[in-house]
């Protein structure tokens, strides 16, 4: 299972958009991957692909990986989403009630 985050720029919309999707499918990259690539041709300008098996994310600026984020690294909303930061550890860390 993967969460594939896509974020559109502010200027564009008004306001930062953030769409969420949910991949589960043995196919999962190859889906991935061409959804990204409909994703940035229609205006989107980061995307998080967040694994959480493995707890990692990949960022993308275009349709191949930017980056891969592990749980010592912070994750951004860069110039999207201006301020945001959330250490990766903090998104997989389990909840205690």
Not at 17 to 46: Q, T
Not at 76 to 83: D, K
Request: glycine share 4%; net charge negative.
């Amino acid at each position: 299972m993967f969460l594939v985050s896509l974020l559109y720029d502010s200027k564009r919309y008004g306001l930062p958009v953030l769409e969420d999707e949910v991949v589960r499918s043995p196919n999962a990259f190859e889906e991935i991957h061409e959804k990204l690539v409909e994703y940035f041709a229609s205006g989107c300008r980061l995307a998080w692909v967040i694994n959480p098996d493995e707890q990692s994310i990949l960022v993308y600026r275009q349709p191949q990986p930017d980056r891969l984020l592990k749980v010592t690294d912070t994750l951004s909303g860069e110039e999207v989403i201006p301020g945001f930061e959330l250490p990766v550890a903090e998104l997989f860390a389990e909840l205690d009630f």
